[in-house]
C-alpha cells in the first residue's frame, strides 16, 4: 500500500505521526512506561487486531496442580462391646502458574501470573461405639471439616505491592491500567477464605421385633473468615489508568480526520483515537488514581487495610427421630435451630425494617446493629414421612413427604458487608485534558497533583492517595438515604428475616 504524500496519492494509503516529536511539553516517551514496553516479548499475531496500527502476542502460557493428600485412619477395639475410630484427611490442591478458571494467568513468558489458588482442606472425625445390649446400640461422633483457600492475585509476585518494581500504572486484573496494551500485573491484593464447620452427632438405635427406631441429636456450628483486598470495582491498593476519553496529551500535528473529495487524505478517527490513547500510556500522562478505604469503626477513620470480617453461624438438629419396620412405614421428625449469622467486628444495619430496602420502602437511614440477621429460626420443625409398600414381595411402592430447611450462605453476609454505605470510602482522584485535578467528596488530592497537576509517570505522579477526611460515622446520620444504597443480592431470601449490617477492620 502506498505512502500517503497529499498530492498523488489521493486515497487507500498509509501514513505515520510521531507522537514523542509531537508531544506539547517536548518531554517525549515516558522512561518508566517505555522500559515495561520494552521488556515485553515482540508481536507473534498480527491477525489478533488490524496487523497495522496494532498486533497481539499469542502463546500457551503455563499451569500446574499440587498435592499432595493424606488419609490416616486408625481403629481400635475394646471389648466386645465397645469400639472406636479416628480418621484425618487432609488435602492440598494448589494451582500454580496461573489460574485459568478465573482469568488470571500469566500475560508474558518470564511475568509472574496475575493470580494462583491455594488450597488446603482437613477433616477430623473420631467415633465411639458402645451396645449395651444386641438390640441397643449408641454412636457417638464428634469433628470438624475445614477448608481454606487463597486467591493470591497481586502476591502471585513476589515483588508485591512495591510500586518501583510493580508499577500502579500497570494493572491488568481488576480495573486494567492501559486499553491498547495488555500489562503483565494484578494489582489488587488476596481474597482468602477460611471455612471450618466444628461438628457432635449422637445416634442411639433400638431395634425390638420388627421395627427399628433410629434417634439423635446433630450440633453444627459454622465459622467463615473472610479476608478480602477488593470489592467489585474498589481496590485498597493505587492504581493508575489511562484513557484518552477522559484526557488528552493536546498532541499537535495531528492529522485531519474525515472523509469523501475535500478530505482525500485524512486520517480514520478511528486510528486518531488509537494514537491519542497511544500517546497517554507512551507519554505517561494518566487521568486517573483511585484507591479505596476501609473503614476503622474504632476510631471512626478510613484505613487502607484489607477487610476481615468473621460470620458465625449455629445449627442444632435435635432431635431427630426415625422409626422403621418389615411391614410399616417410617415417620421421621427433625427439629433444626439455625442462629444468628453474627459476631462480626462492626455492624451497621438499615434503621427500622427487617428487610432488604426495593425501592418500595422510600429513604433509609442506617444505624449500628448487633447482628446481620434478626430472627432465629427456633420453631423450624420439619416432618418427614415415607412409606413404601410390597404387596408381592417383588415390587416395591414408595411414597413420601418432608419439610426441609436450608441455611443461608455466609458468603452472602460477607458480599453483602461491601454494599452497605460506610464500609468503605473508594476515592477517585481525576485529571482532566485542562490539568485540573477533581476529587471524590471527603477525599484528599495528593500534594503531588496540587504542586504539578501535569506531572506523567517519570516527573512525580503520584503512587498513593491520603486518607479521606471523611469519617464511618458520616454514613449513620439522620438523613435518610436512597434505597438503592442498599446491599444487592442475587439470591431468594426470606426478606422476613433478615437484617443487613456492615463490619470492617
Known amino acids: 500500500m502506498p505512502v500517503c504524500n497529499g498530492t498523488t496519492t489521493t486515497g487507500n494509503c498509509v501514513d505515520s505521526y510521531n507522537i514523542f516529536a509531537n508531544d506539547p511539553q517536548g518531554i517525549g516517551g515516558d ?10 516479548p515482540g508481536a507473534n499475531a498480527y491477525s489478533l487486531v488490524d496487523g497495522l496500527n496494532q498486533a497481539g502476542f499469542n502463546w500457551n502460557p503455563p499451569s500446574q496442580f499440587k498435592g499432595p493428600n493424606y488419609y490416616v485412619r486408625v481403629d481400635h477395639t475394646f471389648g466386645p462391646n465397645d469400639n472406636v475410630f479416628v480418621r484425618w484427611l487432609q488435602n492440598t490442591f494448589d494451582t500454580k502458574q496461573g ?6 494467568p500469566a500475560v508474558y513468558p518470564n511475568f509472574p501470573p496475575l493470580g494462583e489458588v491455594n488450597r488446603l482442606g482437613k477433616n477430623l472425625a473420631i467415633s465411639y461405639r458402645h451396645s449395651f445390649s444386641p438390640t441397643l446400640v449408641n454412636e457417638l461422633t464428634a469433628g470438624f471439616n475445614r477448608f481454606k483457600f487463597q486467591f493470591t492475585f497481586g502476591e502471585s509476585n513476589p515483588d508485591f505491592p512495591n510500586p518501583q518494581k510493580v508499577p500502579i500504572w500497570g494493572d491488568d486484573c481488576v480495573l486494567g491500567s492501559m486499553l491498547n496494551v495488555d500489562p503483565p500485573f494484578c494489582l489488587s491484593p488476596h481474597t482468602q477464605r477460611g471455612i471450618t464447620a466444628p461438628q457432635v452427632v449422637d445416634n442411639i438405635t433400638w431395634i425390638r421385633g420388627a421395627h427399628t427406631l433410629r434417634a439423635g441429636i446433630n450440633f453444627r456450628f459454622y465459622i467463615h473468615n473472610d479476608s478480602r483486598g477488593f470489592f467489585g470495582g474498589n481496590v485498597v491498593t493505587p492504581i493508575i489508568r489511562f484513557n484518552q476519553n477522559n484526557r488528552l496529551v493536546g498532541l499537535t500535528n495531528l492529522p485531519a480526520t474525515g472523509s469523501g473529495a475535500t478530505c482525500a487524505t485524512c486520517a480514520n478517527s478511528t486510528d486518531v483515537n488509537l494514537i491519542q490513547q497511544a500517546a497517554d500510556e507512551l507519554l505517561g500522562v494518566p487521568y486517573r488514581i483511585q484507591q479505596a478505604f476501609l473503614a476503622n469503626f474504632s476510631n471512626d477513620t478510613y484505613g487502607s487495610t484489607n477487610s476481615r470480617r468473621f460470620t458465625r ?11 422403621s419396620g418389615s411391614s410399616g412405614p417410617t415417620w421421621p421428625l427433625t427439629w433444626a435451630f439455625a442462629g444468628n449469622t453474627t459476631r462480626l467486628l462492626r455492624r451497621q444495619a438499615i434503621a427500622g425494617t427487617n428487610v432488604f430496602p426495593d425501592g418500595s420502602q422510600g429513604n433509609v437511614t442506617y444505624v449500628k446493629a448487633d447482628h446481620w440477621f434478626k430472627n432465629d429460626n427456633i420453631g423450624a420443625v420439619g416432618p418427614r414421612i415415607a412409606v413404601a409398600w410390597s404387596p408381592d414381595g417383588r415390587t416395591s411402592v414408595r411414597a413420601g413427604y418432608s419439610w426441609l430447611f436450608d441455611t443461608l450462605s455466609t458468603f452472602q453476609v460477607t458480599a453483602m458487608a461491601g454494599k452497605m454505605p460506610g464500609f468503605l470510602q473508594n476515592c477517585l482522584v481525576n485529571i482532566t485534558t485542562a490539568g485540573a485535578a477533581t476529587v471524590t467528596n471527603g ?15 517519570s516527573t512525580g505522579f503520584p503512587v498513593t492517595i491520603p486518607n479521606p477526611t471523611i469519617t464511618p460515622s458520616a454514613a449513620l446520620s439522620p438523613i435518610a438515604q436512597p434505597a438503592t444504597q442498599a446491599p444487592a443480592v ?6 422476613s428475616r433478615i437484617r443487613p449490617f456492615m463490619s470492617g477492620t
Open 99 to 104: 489460574d485459568f478458571l478465573n482469568a488470571r
Open 443 to 457: 477525599c484528599v488530592v495528593p500534594p503531588e497533583l496540587v504542586a504539578n497537576p501535569n506531572a506523567r509517570i
Open 490 to 495: 442475587g439470591h431468594s431470601i426470606p426478606t
Open 313 to 323: 453461624e449455629r445449627i442444632s438438629t435435635i432431635p431427630s427421630c426415625r422409626m
Open 31 to 40: 522512561p518508566a512506561v517505555l522500559a515495561l514496553m520494552n521488556s515485553l
